[in-house]
């Protein structure tokens, strides 16, 4: 019952917080991609962080690009530029796991150097 109303929370926030959409197709509207960040992380602060971190990077864009860097993770993988947002989610929760342990340290570490 928590986590079902933890879900319908978090749900009801992403809703009600305005979001530039990537794309006008329902399936690349950034909520979706902050949904598959939480079922991967399932921790509630933990997901907060990386929200923060990829608005900075990305605002969710999985078509954004710096340089070289690609996508909402803004990753310098050229893989990046070639999958789809969930994709580039899950690599971007896998890089944070091996570089920094979470993605609140990740956002610290953000915040410091103003890239991660």
């Not at 605002?59 to 893989?79: A, D, L, M, T, V």
Request: proline share 4%; net charge positive.
């Amino acid at each position: 019952m928590r986590r079902t109303l933890l879900i319908l929370g978090i749900t009801l926030a992403l809703l009600a917080a305005p979001q530039a959409s990537a794309s006008k197709d329902w399936k690349d509207h950034p909520m979706n991609y902050k949904l598959h960040a939480y079922n991967l992380l399932l921790d509630f602060e933990e997901f907060q962080c990386i929200v923060e971190l990829y608005e900075k990077e990305s605002n969710w864009n999985p078509k954004s690009r710096n340089g070289s860097h690609f996508g909402i993770p803004q990753g310098r993988s050229k893989y990046l530029a070639t999958v789809n947002g969930f994709k580039q989610v899950e690599w971007g929760v896998k890089y944070i796991k091996a570089r920094y342990g979470t993605p609140c340290k990740a956002l610290k570490f953000f915040q410091a150097n103003n890239y991660h």
